[in-house]
């Protein structure tokens, strides 16, 4: 099979048609609207899980700490996720820790307001639960980039799920500014190992510095070589 028809296996290619906004604004869900500052938490292992957050812009970062100190990024979100569902399904506390990646503009939807909303209403409760499910997929390809992809296949995979690739057609995506100190906590390695490699991806002309990081959908290719 030639290369480029490939479909990568760690990327999801199928796009939601759940409209977010829309079911916001249809079904007359109390909300409420709150910003993050970059490197601010949004809610931290522990804390009472009483609503679900929808992200309207920047980035999130997810992550669990272990009984001994270690950190470990669970995953990326960016504009139209939802996250912090786990009190939908009984858990009274946080299972790890949200961190605005970005300046971050996010929804709170208080839990029985979600319940009632997911209730009355059938169609967008159906897509609201295959939207999760698209998500909850996701996770599990970056445990599995995790465990079996080299940092420069991680690090590429990342840069492309942070330009929203698949959301749209379009060839570029500009990132909010983000630091290679944070890309390297994503991906699990140094900060000198992700400069080497944006410099590398930066000579070959998939990503540019232009008023912001503009990534290139052909920096797929990085995730596709074997």
Same mark, same amino acid.
């Given at each position: 099979?030639?290369? =480029? #028809?490939?479909?990568? %296996?760690?990327?999801?290619? *199928?796009?939601?048609?759940? /409209?977010?906004?829309?079911?916001?604004?249809? $079904?007359?869900?109390?909300?409420?609207?709150?910003?993050?500052?970059?490197?601010?938490?949004?809610?931290?292992?522990?804390?009472?899980?009483?609503?679900?957050?929808?992200?309207?812009?920047?980035?999130?970062?997810?992550?669990?700490?272990?009984?001994?100190?270690?950190?470990?990024?669970?995953?990326?979100?960016?504009?139209?996720?939802?996250?912090?569902?786990?009190?939908?399904?009984?858990?009274?506390?946080?299972?790890?820790?949200?961190?605005?990646?970005?300046?971050?503009?996010?929804?709170?939807?208080? =839990? #029985?307001?979600?319940? %009632?909303?997911?209730?009355? *209403?059938?169609?967008?409760? /159906?897509?609201?639960?295959?939207?999760?499910? $698209?998500?909850?997929?996701?996770?599990?390809?970056?445990?599995?980039?995790?465990?079996?992809?080299?940092?420069?296949?991680?690090?590429?995979?990342?840069?492309?799920?942070?330009?929203?690739?698949?959301?749209?057609?379009?060839?570029?995506?500009?990132?909010?500014?983000?630091?290679?100190?944070?890309?390297?906590?994503?991906?699990?390695?140094?900060?000198?190992?992700?400069?080497?490699?944006?410099?590398?991806?930066?000579?070959?002309?998939?990503?540019?510095?232009?008023?912001?990081?503009?990534?290139?959908?052909?920096?797929?290719?990085?995730?596709?070589?074997?």
């Amino acid at each position: 099979m030639n290369p =480029k #028809n490939k479909k990568p %296996r760690t990327i999801s290619n *199928q796009k939601s048609d759940f /409209d977010a906004q829309a079911f916001l604004e249809t $079904a007359g869900v109390a909300k409420k609207m709150k910003e993050f500052n970059e490197a601010e938490v949004v809610y931290a292992q522990g804390d009472a899980a009483t609503n679900v957050i929808y992200l309207q812009k920047g980035i999130v970062r997810l992550s669990v700490v272990s009984e001994g100190g270690r950190e470990a990024v669970v995953a990326t979100l960016g504009p139209g996720d939802f996250f912090g569902e786990g009190c939908l399904a009984g858990q009274s506390f946080r299972m790890g820790t949200a961190t605005a990646v970005s300046p971050v503009t996010a929804l709170l939807i208080q =839990k #029985n307001e979600m319940f %009632r909303v997911l209730h009355e *209403q059938q169609d967008l409760s /159906d897509k609201f639960i295959a939207f999760m499910l $698209a998500r909850n997929i996701r996770i599990e390809e970056d445990l599995i980039d995790q465990l079996f992809n080299s940092s420069e296949k991680r690090l590429a995979r990342t840069l492309l799920l942070l330009a929203r690739y698949g959301k749209d057609d379009s060839p570029h995506a500009v990132l909010p500014a983000i630091s290679q100190e944070t890309l390297a906590e994503m991906i699990g390695t140094t900060r000198s190992r992700v400069n080497f490699f944006m410099n590398k991806f930066r000579k070959l002309g998939f990503i540019k510095y232009n008023g912001g990081l503009q990534i290139n959908t052909s920096l797929l290719s990085v995730v596709l070589h074997e």
